[in-house]
């Protein structure tokens, strides 16, 4: 897979859309600071999927966008495309060439492409997965970066590992793994909860199911009752139905007769009104023409106003036009007396002027003459002075640099004697280090000794904690299952208490005779009496089902008492045994008990006072375990063990049967048993949980035998003893160095002494040389400095008159101007004046003729409004004798309507009384239709189909009602019954199984999830182990090759036996150094430590392309050249991107593209190819 190019439009400072084609090889991208070339970078890891907005070196998406600069507007979309070509397939697609393209709107909307079509951002990690390049991948460091790794930041060193090992893929395998295990157990605990309920749901249902099988025997015979009735109440209704439509026609006869009445006369009202509204209209169109005559005489009023106004105007124009007139003759002959007089002024002072102007020349030479002269002597004294300021500066030099030799001199011997001192001290110090460093390796010895000791002492107490938590595991699950066996009894125990306490599935009347305490509550019913085995409930309560709602009473006075209170109460009928007879029973007529049965007396348990009731109702019943028994019953009831069928001497009832027969019979003797088996349950979970707290106990023991505190001590004490060694180690050979380097800079020093002596002697002379100079050149300057003051005084003087001369010719020249403009605005007075009083004339004989005109207008609209006044009088008139005859037409008309209305009322009275009969004969119909309704409702009966039939018996409405009733009674007295009871019962049972299948889909899920997650593991660790191994093995040969042979480097599993979460060390000793930490190294040394790790990875898997941003900025010459040949032998295999500034780095690229902002804010490049140039 090769890069191929990059577009950038409208992201940061690249405003304009902007094209980088990669090439084989290394391509370099420089320019100056701030132009926008770390832009190019942030584009690349946002188009793969920078999502953290912090790396892009940005504070939201808003500001990736060009915001603009000077001269051009922002823009409001980023877009950035990458191009792939997928020359090894390593994309896991079938394109040859891959473009993905990331694009942000302004407006917050964004969108990812892949080839341009749409996609997620998951779709463009899961292309780039495991090919080494992603937003945090390998393939894109910058400088920072590396501090990163030599820090370990975020684990970072694992990181890149993990991306060469290409588990990537299993590290998200099985996170995903965990979130389908995580909500598989919380289906698994959604489902027990639901099948508990769903348990608890179908006990209630079945019993319910029963009781509407019953229900709809009865209602099925009181359907049969209620279409008898209906049949012979329907016969009754014939004849009222006759005599009710008679007398409707005839009432409709009367209406029809008044109703064509009112038609005539409303006709004619009708016909008045057309000429009503014709009158109404005439009436309108007069008052219409009045108010515009009106509107007209008003016209003409304000027009005469108009004209008055007018003529008071014109007749005061006419008179301030003459009073301006008489004014203007005494001011034009002022203003011609005035400029005669300006003018003769002007004369005079010119004429001064000119004499004035002369006298200034003569002025101007005498000023040049002297200030030549004055220039001549100060460039003479700004020569002698440059000369002056020189040789003190020479002075002051040779002064510095003796005092310079002085002073390094005296600081060479102090140096000398310092370095002496240290020498000595160095020695004293290394040998006390020499001593300290053999008690650490002894104390070391024996701390890794005691180390293995503990260890071995650590994994017994590991192994005995993990036996025992075995058995505490198998004793959580016994206990688990036990407690779910409680939880069972105690919801099972709960329901059944308050199905007797709410006597759920018993009739109304044995509910009643319950709760009710003026009779015997303590009289027992049959099916709490009786306790049978579970495997025989079934069977047992088919065959006593008939009596299981019985009361057990002493007498035949007490059972009369029951009676009594239902029948006073209407709550229906009650069945009772009479103890006191049944004690009489007797067993000899028992049939013998056929061949392979079990009598029922022998499956039961019953109090002895009711022994002779069950020997009543069961002496007779046996229980067979197969269908052969059958055949040989002997004339005895037989039952099948599970309840599917009942056999008597002449009869076979049977089926299937239900999810709770059996639950009815015995239901207090269950719920006796049942807390029995609570309490002994109870005590198991109990004995289970003091186990399991006993195994805790065992653990905690064990536990506090663990060394794992102890051995981390020991190995962070080894590790710091180690460090320590390394230390002092380091220290001696720094001390070591520091001593030979000490000596050789002692020499370097008296040999510089020497040399400072000698050159010392020199300076001196020429200081002595130096100073005789400057005093004769000081006196030089003295004579200069008066000959310059005697010319600037005669300068000075001439300049000043000269100045005065000047002032007053400026006076002069300025009075002059003064009065020429004061001639020029006195003629423009005059000729305007002129203009005016010609213009006032010709307006004043203009008002003259407008005066005229407007009196005769005047005279005309006077007359005209005379002639309109007398003909508004004639039109008032008239107007006033149409609107009488109007109000007369408009009242005859209204007497008209109200004898209509009369007669409209007699009609309305025929209505209602056709309306009342049709009322009778519809509530006849609502009879009717309310006992079809309710026959189609109750029954699905259509009742005009029955109607057809013939009765089925001669018996009168009064019986039938009175026999519906006792039916619908019956139904009421057995309670509310749950119509859908049976079929939702069905629907449960099959809702319960499905469940239970899920329930097991999901375990089996569970356990193949927790399989996969600890084969992604183990094959995740194995590979990540392999990749270490080969990089651990790279990483030596590449620091090598970017040091010297000599130089040692390492990297270490700081956890090696937790693979999945280790974190990864590193030991470099360059140069023979040997820092405790990496982080001690220079930045040269750490950025080349930091480029052996990685170049380490590309040996296993190189990315594609890497991008290297300003990481060779802290090397020297020399490392730079290691740095670029490192880079120039394995761009071979990935294309190379270098931002740099360093000249050596740029001379070793291909291809550079040069970052320029000519305009301000805006990134350009220009691109440059070195290959075809030659060498």
Known sequence: MRLKSLEIKGFKSFADKTTI?????????????????????????????????????????????????????????????????????????????????????????????????????????????????????????????????????????????????????????????????????????????????????????????????????????????????????????????????????????????????????????????????????????????????????????????????????????????????????????????????????????????????????????????????????????????????????????????????????????????????????RKQQRMRLELEKEEKEAELEQKRTDLTQAQEQHEYAKEQIFKTQEKAESLRNQLAEESRKLDARKNEHALLKSLIDSMEGYPESVKFLHNNPDWNQSAPILSDIIYVKEAYRAAVENVLEPYLNYYIVEDLEEGLKAVHLLHANQKGKANFFLLDKINAFSTANQHAKPEGTIPALDVIEVDARYRKLAEYLLSNVYIAENDEVLLHSNGAIVLEKNGRYVKGRYYLTGGSVGLFEGKKIGRAKNLEKLQEEILAQEEVVSELKAAIQTKHSEVADFSRQLKEDAIRKMQEEINALTNQTFSLQNKLENLQQMEENGSRRIEELRTQLEDKHHAISDVREELEQLNVQLQDLQNRTREAEAEYSVAEQEYNFSNAAFNDGNLQFTRFQSKVNSLKQEHQFKSGQLNDLKTRVEQSGVQLKEVGEQIADTMATLENTAALLVDLLRRKEEEEKKLNEADQAYYNSRNALAEKESALRLKQKSKEQLDHLVTEIKDKLGDLKLKLAGMKERMSVEFKVDLDAILEEARNSDATAEDLQASCDRMKKRLENMGEVNPTAIEAFQEMSKRYEFILEQKNDLVNAKDSLLQTIQEVEATANQKFLETFNMVRENFQKVFKALFTEEDTADILLENPENLAETSIDIIAKPKGKRPSSITQLSGGEKTLTATALLFAIYLIKPAPFCILDEVDAPLDDANVNKFTNMIRQFSENSQFIIITHNKMTMSTVDVIYGVTMQEPGVSKLVPVDFRGLSN
């Open 21 to 425: 084609n990669f090439d084989q090889g290394i391509t370099g991208i420089i320019g100056p600071n701030g132009c926008g070339k770390s832009n190019i970078i942030d584009s690349i890891r946002w188009v793969i999927g920078e999502h953290k907005i912090s790396n892009l070196r940005s504070e939201n998406l808003e500001s990736l966008v060009f915001n603009g600069s000077r001269t051009r507007s922002a823009s409001g979309l980023a877009e950035v495309s990458l191009t792939f070509e997928n020359t090894r397939n390593l994309l896991p697609t079938e394109f040859g060439t891959v473009t993905v393209t990331r694009k942000f709107f302004k407006s917050g909307e964004s969108e990812y492409r892949l080839n341009d079509v749409n996609c997620r951002l998951k779709d463009i990690h899961n292309l780039f997965l495991d090919t080494g390049i992603s937003n945090d991948s390998y393939a894109i460091i910058e400088l920072g970066m590396v501090d990163d790794i030599i820090k370990d930041k975020d684990n970072s060193r694992r990181r890149m590992v993990e991306q060469a090992a290409g588990i990537t893929i299993y590290k998200t395998r099985k996170r995903e793994a965990k979130l389908k295990l995580d909500a598989t157990e919380q289906d698994l605990a959604r489902i027990e909860d639901l099948l508990f309920e769903i348990n608890n749901q179908l006990k209630s249902l079945e019993s319910q199911a029963k009781k509407a099988e019953k229900y709809y025997e009865i209602r099925k015979e009181y359907k049969e009752l209620s279409i008898e009735l209906a049949k012979a109440v329907l016969e009754g209704f014939n004849l009222t139905y006759k005599d009710l439509n008679e007398q409707q026609q005839t009432e409709i006869d009367k209406r029809f007769e008044l109703e064509a009445d009112i038609a005539k006369d409303e006709a004619a009202i009708e016909q008045d009104k057309l000429n009503f509204i014709a009158q109404e209209k005439s009436l309108q169109e007069m008052q219409h023409n009045f108010n515009a005559l009106i509107e007209t005489v008003r016209g003409k009023e304000n027009e005469k106003s108009l004209g008055e106004q007018r003529m008071q105007y014109l007749k005061e124009r006419e008179l301030g036009l003459r009073d301006f007139l008489g004014k203007s003759e005494g001011q034009l002959s002022g203003l011609e007396e005035s400029i005669a007089f300006t003018t003769a002024q002007i004369t005079d002072e010119e004429s001064r002027l000119g004499e004035f102007t002369e006298k200034m020349e003569s002025l101007k030479e005498s000023v040049e003459e002297k200030r030549q002269i004055f220039d001549e002597k100060r460039v003479a004294i700004d020569t002698v002075r440059r000369d002056n300021q020189a040789l003190q500066r020479k002075q002051f030099d040779a002064e510095k640099e003796v005092a310079v030799a002085d002073a390094s001199i005296q600081n060479i011997q102090r140096s000398i004697m310092q370095g002496e001192e240290e020498q000595d001290q």
